[in-house]
Nanobody, 121 residues
């Protein structure tokens, strides 16, 4: 069982930037790693993934232009930087991981514990 451990997050002000990190307990099996968020009362929303086998990062439309995903695929670690935060970005942010064997179809079977990000005006 792969465990994902997240760090970062917390309370920030409008306009601030924020970085989140995630590390998988298994570094021997290559994984596709991604970030999602769950807004209050809404379903989880895809933010970005680090891609697979040289495909490059892939970004969802929700935060496109304000986020950058990066990481070390050899260590199964991934980071997310979000710029220009607003109260609308208040959510629980999740790290996810899954096999890339059927890329671009990915079953994100492993999930981090979630990190609350609260943006105040």
């Amino acid at each position: 069982q792969v465990q994902l451990v997240q760090s970062g997050g917390g309370s920030v002000q409008t306009g601030d930037s924020l970085s989140l990190s995630c590390a998988a307990s298994d570094t021997s099996t290559p994984l596709v790693m991604a970030w999602y968020r769950e807004l209050p009362g809404a379903s989880r929303q895809f933010i970005a993934s680090n891609g697979w086998s040289g495909s490059g990062a892939y970004y969802g439309e929700s935060l496109k232009g304000r986020v950058t995903i990066s990481g070390d695929s050899a260590k199964n670690t991934v980071y997310l930087e979000i710029k220009g935060l607003s109260p609308d970005d208040t959510a629980v942010y999740y790290c996810a991981a899954g096999s890339g064997d059927k890329w671009p179809l990915v079953d994100y079977e492993y999930w981090g514990q979630g990190t609350q990000v609260t943006v105040s005006s």
